[in-house]
Structures are given as C-alpha cells and as structure tokens.
C-alpha cells in the first residue's frame, strides 16, 4: 500500500494540469461533492464507477 501524505494546493494544482493526478472528492454524498467541486475533480461515485480503468501511474488525491 502506497504512503498517505499530505499536499499543498500549489503542488496539487500543477499534477492536475500535468495530468499526472486525479482530483477525487471523498464526500460519499455527491450533491456535497458538487456543491463543493473542484476544477478538473470527478466525485468519489465516478471514481469508484471507474476505478478499474483509472491508469496505475496516475496519482489519486482526495479531497
């Protein structure tokens, strides 16, 4: 299992537009997930819904 560390929004920022990382928000609910959406995120549902095509190389981040 790969270390949980914590990154700052500069750093998440430039992996997203790299498309080196996927933005996630946690919320189970996806209406608080939308309420609160970020650029560039997909709600945990579209995670899980995905998650088997989502690319190993890829950094997940939740948020």
Do not use: H, T
Not at 20 to 46: H, Q, T
């Amino acid at each position: 299992m790969s270390e949980i560390k914590r990154v700052s929004p500069e750093e998440v920022r430039e992996k997203i537009q790299k498309g080196n990382a996927l933005l996630v928000c946690a919320y189970k609910d996806d209406w608080k997930c939308n309420k609160m959406r970020l650029d560039g995120s997909i709600v945990l549902s579209e995670f899980k819904a995905g998650v088997s095509e989502i690319l190993k190389e890829r950094e997940i981040i939740f948020f």
